[in-house]
């Protein structure tokens, strides 16, 4: 049995949710099938999945933007139905359109108001916040003017802005440019160290990859794989070994002890089922006049783990869900 | 509070955005400046006075019974003297004890004129005018309608009258002015008309017919952007993130509406007003309060658009659905007006269930034709009758005004709290 004390620690927590959209004369779509999710407080957690796997819905209903068929859902202990649930969360949509009447500085000075936020608190922050996404020059400009990149940044600030414990954010980075794309990666990432949580939705897997440390892959309205970035993208037994000397020398030592060596680069892939047989490799490498100059776990991409957790885009069960 | 205040704040962004308030605003400056060059001449007491004689066509006045229609007599005017501000008209008839003439009442005369003049129904308010006295009765009312007071007519001699009248208030004399526009310019007389009826007419036209007509119909396609574009996908995903209830959202937007149609309508009926009592020196504070009753019919068309925003999230529905709901609003009032009218009843027997069926309409909806004649008694508050048509009279009796409020006020609520629980059990 779970108190309101765990409920509390987590920042999101999602309980058996269920979202059937019905509409008339068309067939119903089950977008969230029974989900289960926790996210802590002071995490930053990626949500992936393909087009359709429910990301969206479930931020949604999170944010009350939608309604449940079944199943609850909590933000930062409070039930998400309850309007004060979002007072402490800050939300970036996918697709957002700020209306075309609004300046940037008029769109915080809106949204802050929303937030409950008082007039100078609105003016002081909003103007931080613009400056901080590099939109201080265009604050006083009309948000139609603004080019896609720019939208995206005011998005971040209106969602910051306010200074919330939660983040949901989807697809943050999406038509931003590279240099605009890091600027948002630093700016996350410190409103994490200062606590916070964010929840990332998103296509772009090495963003993901660069910023959460927790990711779920969903499907279907399912939860395939959960964990840690590192856990989940360790292959578990290869490693990478970069040395001196010769290379095909070195190949031919790691093959005789490893009994198997690949070559990547000016490296050398080998399988160790263990810390001894990984120890016996470097010792006979040192033997062999080859100083190891570099050692590390072979690790997949954490698209390689997307498309292995999700199968082929011919399955048509569109991946397997983890045994619990 | 904060959030509601935003909100409404947010509308006027929008609704300045399109340019429309500045197009209204430089409407309302026109009318205002051609309100201010509307004005009055002071015409000869004495001809108004005679006017009242020569121009009114006595047979149409009153109405002759039937019986007695050939008797009907027509006063003549022996002579007109003046003596310190005081008019004496003599006046003279070849058969008093034959005249025999009836007046009713506004309303009556209203039915009966609508009716083609075929037949009088009877009524309680009838007034038989005969003989003598009943001559002397009815000029006293004839004048008094014209404006002529204080009034004192007296029999001077065998079928000699003398009519006795100040020259009072030109304004509320029919025929004692002219009519001018553009700052003197143009001249134009007003015949059986008084001034102060004039500028009721001009009133009538601008709260209305301009305001509350045409401009109604500009408001709501301007206003009817604002649901749609807030519900938009993208958009609304923004507002129904904070920690803002969906009624208050709905319900901010919805009064962003009424605020931008309040402004413009307090820009035109206040400048025409102001402009109107500079030109004509006529003060008439009544007039400003037809700001509330405008206001107050666009908030029932509006709850309409509102509804079907949430419904659809359309601009063209939204537009369209208010226009059509106002002309069935007007149908139902005409309806009711035509199926409890006293000679068509008398002369057609309506099916009871065409009255049943049109009754109940007209208390389930709003009563929007009603509200056009409130109009006209807040530009008569605090005045009399005199100087004012009988048929304007009419139009305003048995209105029940009270009851024609509540109920609009009622149905908006209604409607605006069926579209505030459909936007909140709303997925977007």
């Keep these: 049995m779970e108190t309101g004390e765990d409920r509390i620690e987590a920042a999101v927590e999602v309980r058996r949710l269920t979202k059937i959209y019905r509409a008339a004369f068309q067939h119903e779509v089950k977008a969230l099938d029974g989900l289960d999710m926790k996210v802590p407080r002071g995490e930053i957690f990626g949500l992936l999945g393909p087009n359709g796997a429910g990301k969206t819905t479930l931020v949604k209903v999170l944010l009350d933007i939608c309604r449940p068929t079944a199943g609850e859902t909590f933000l930062l202990g409070t039930d998400s139905r309850k309007t004060r649930s979002r007072r402490a969360v800050g939300y970036l949509p996918e697709d957002h359109r700020f209306p075309g009447y609004l300046t940037g500085a008029a769109a915080m000075d809106l949204y802050g108001a929303l937030s409950g936020l008082p007039r100078r608190e609105r003016r002081r922050r909003g103007a931080e916040a613009l400056d901080r996404v590099g939109l201080s020059k265009w604050a006083r400009v009309k948000t139609r003017k603004y080019s896609k990149g720019m939208k995206q940044r005011l998005g971040i600030a209106q969602a910051l802005f306010h200074d919330p414990d939660v983040l949901l954010l989807d697809e943050p980075t999406d038509g931003v440019d590279p240099v605009g794309r890091k600027a948002i990666r630093d700016l996350l990432l410190e409103f994490h160290d200062r606590g916070k949580t964010i929840l990332i939705n998103s296509h772009l897997l090495l963003e993901v990859e660069l910023i959460c440390r927790d990711v779920a892959i969903m499907n279907h309205g399912r939860i395939l794989k959960r964990g840690g970035v590192e856990a989940l993208t360790r292959t578990g037994s290869r490693y990478r070994v970069r040395v001196g000397g010769d290379l095909f020398s070195a190949m031919g030592v790691v093959q005789a002890q490893a009994g198997e060596a690949e070559r990547e680069g000016d490296a050398v892939l080998f399988p160790a089922a263990d810390d001894a047989a990984l120890d016996a490799v470097t010792a006979a490498l040192g033997a062999a006049g080859h100083p190891i100059r570099e050692i590390s776990p072979v690790r997949m991409s954490l698209e390689e783990l997307f498309i292995d957790v999700l199968g082929s885009p011919g399955d048509e069960d569109g991946g397997r869900e983890e045994e619990p | ?428």
């Design chain 2, 1 to 428: 509070m904060r959030a509601f205040l935003a909100l409404i704040k947010d509308s006027f962004r929008e609704s300045l955005d399109s340019k429309v308030f500045y197009l209204l605003a430089a409407g309302s400056l026109l009318f205002s400046i051609a309100s201010l060059s509307v004005g009055f001449r002071k015409r000869p007491f004495d001809e108004a006075l005679l006017g009242v004689f020569e121009k009114t066509d006595w047979r149409s006045i009153h109405v002759s019974l039937p019986e007695t229609s050939e008797n009907v007599i027509v006063p003549e005017v022996r002579s007109l003297e003046e003596q310190a501000g005081t008019f004496t008209l003599v006046l003279s008839a070849p058969d008093a004890d034959a005249f025999n003439a009836r007046t009713v009442s506004p309303g009556d005369l209203a039915r009966f004129l609508s009716d083609g003049g075929s037949e009088l129904p009877a009524s309680d308010e009838l007034m038989i005018h005969r003989g003598e006295k009943g001559f002397r009765r009815y000029l006293h009312l004839r004048l008094r309608q014209a404006g002529f007071l204080p009034l004192k007519i007296e029999k001077t001699g065998a079928m000699r009258w003398a009519v006795r009248c100040e020259a009072s208030d030109p304004f509320r004399i029919a025929g004692a002015q002219s009519l001018t526009f553009l700052f003197g310019l143009v001249e134009v007389g007003l015949g059986g008309y008084s001034g102060r009826n004039v500028v009721l007419i001009l009133q009538s036209l601008l709260a209305n017919q301009i305001a509350g007509w045409a401009g109604i119909l500009v408001a709501i396609v301007v206003t009817a952007w604002f649901l749609p574009n807030l519900l938009r996908k993208g958009s609304i995903d923004l507002l129904l993130a904070r920690p803002v209830s969906r009624f208050l959202l709905l319900l901010a937007r919805y009064l962003g509406g009424l605020s931008f149609v309040f402004l413009n309508a307090a820009l035109f009926i206040g400048g025409t007003w102001l402009g109107m009592t500079l030109g004509t020196g006529f003060v008439q504070p009544g007039y400003l309060l037809t700001v509330v009753t405008i206001t107050l019919l666009f908030a029932i068309v509006y709850s309409i658009s509102c509804l079907t925003a949430v419904l659809f999230r359309n601009v063209v529905i939204s537009v369209l659905a208010p226009v059509a709901f106002w002309f069935l609003c007007y149908l139902v009032n005409t309806g009711k007006a035509t199926v409890d009218n006293p000679v068509l009843n008398a002369m057609v027997s309506l099916p009871p269930a065409l009255k049943k069926i049109t009754t109940a309409l007209y208390y389930l909806l709003p009563s929007t034709t009603d509200l056009g004649k409130l109009n006209q008694v807040f530009m008569r508050l605090g005045e009399g009758n005199e100087g004012v048509m009988l048929v304007q009279q009419a139009s305003l009796e048995n209105v029940d005004f009270a009851g024609s409020i509540l109920s609009s006020l009622l149905f908006t609520a209604v409607v605006v709290g069926i579209a505030g629980w459909l936007f909140h059990r709303k997925d977007f």
